[in-house]
């Protein structure tokens, strides 16, 4: 069983900053690619930002040059660096992870729970 875990949303006024991290445990081989969507009330959940096992890194044009991803491998932890917060950043944010369970078998993938982000002042 795998499960990923979130923390860090919150409240914060426009201009500020946030962090959210997610961890996965459970029984993984390999955590390949790992990613933040987000999803805000009446709107299609949208990928924010993705981060390949070797570091290669995209996100979306709504935030870039404001967000960063970034992973610890040995801790199996995505993190979402997040500044100049806008209002229109209001949303869950979700974690997930592609995560192979051995060595030749397929990978599957995760999701968090959800995290709160609200910026408003």
């Known amino acids: 069983q795998v499960q990923l875990v979130e923390s860090g949303g919150g409240l914060v006024q426009p201009g500020g900053s946030l962090r959210l991290s997610c961890a996965a445990s459970?029984?993984?081989?390999?955590?390949?690619?790992m990613g933040w969507y987000r999803q805000a009330p009446g709107k299609q959940r949208e990928l924010v930002a993705a981060v390949a096992s070797g570091g290669y890194t995209n996100y979306a044009d709504s935030v870039k040059g404001r967000f960063t991803i970034s992973r610890d491998n040995a801790k199996n932890t995505v993190y979402l660096q997040m500044n100049s917060l806008k209002p229109e950043d209001t949303a869950v944010y979700y974690c997930?992870?592609?995560?192979?369970?051995?060595?030749?078998?397929?990978?599957?993938?995760?999701w968090g729970q959800g995290t709160q982000v609200t910026v408003s002042s």
């Open positions: 997930n992870a592609d995560i192979s369970l051995s060595d030749y078998g397929p990978q599957y993938r995760y």
């Open positions: 459970g029984s993984i081989f390999r955590t390949n690619r």
